[in-house]
């Protein structure tokens, strides 16, 4: 394809008519009465939905300055829309990470003790068990064995004295 560089005569002379059907689109009030907000709305949606985008919240105002105006409302809005989020994220993220937080610990502590209890009680409880049952065992032989063996000893040596 080659570069236009000249339009020709026809060309030319249409040039004006296609500027003023475009221009007439925009600019003739005519053309308003048969546009409603409803219908502004649709055609924008449509045109976001052609492009695979979110449908966008609509605002139709009257001048440029309302324009403005509905941006910097927008804006202000949008900060404090953001503040307030944070400030209720981080209040539910405290309010829920104490009370989680104090309640798994509780259990934790609860479980940990009484696994902890059971399992030092039958240990220590074996061994103190054993090691007294020992003890006692070894105790009770001494002093019976001494006993028995002091009878023996004092009857034997009662009739072999005698």
Do not use: H
């Amino acid at each position: 394809m080659e570069k236009i560089n000249l339009l020709t005569i026809d060309q030319e002379s249409k040039l004006t008519t296609y500027k003023d059907k475009w221009l007439n689109k925009i600019f003739k009030y005519e053309l308003y009465n048969s546009v409603t907000k409803e219908s502004v709305i649709l055609k924008i949606k449509e045109l976001y939905k052609f492009c695979n985008l979110k449908d966008p919240l609509v605002l139709l105002v009257d001048s440029p300055m309302a324009c403005q105006i509905a941006a910097n409302i927008i804006q202000v809005w949008a900060q404090v829309w953001a503040q307030v989020r944070a400030q209720v994220r981080d209040q539910v993220r405290n309010q829920v990470g104490d009370q989680v937080g104090e309640q798994v610990g509780a259990q934790v502590w609860a479980q940990v003790g009484a696994q902890v209890g059971e399992q030092v009680g039958a240990q220590v409880g074996e061994q103190v068990g054993a090691q007294v049952g020992e003890q006692v065992r070894n105790q009770v032989w001494d002093q019976v064995w001494d006993q028995v063996r002091d009878q023996v000893r004092d009857q034997v040596g009662d009739q072999v004295g005698e």
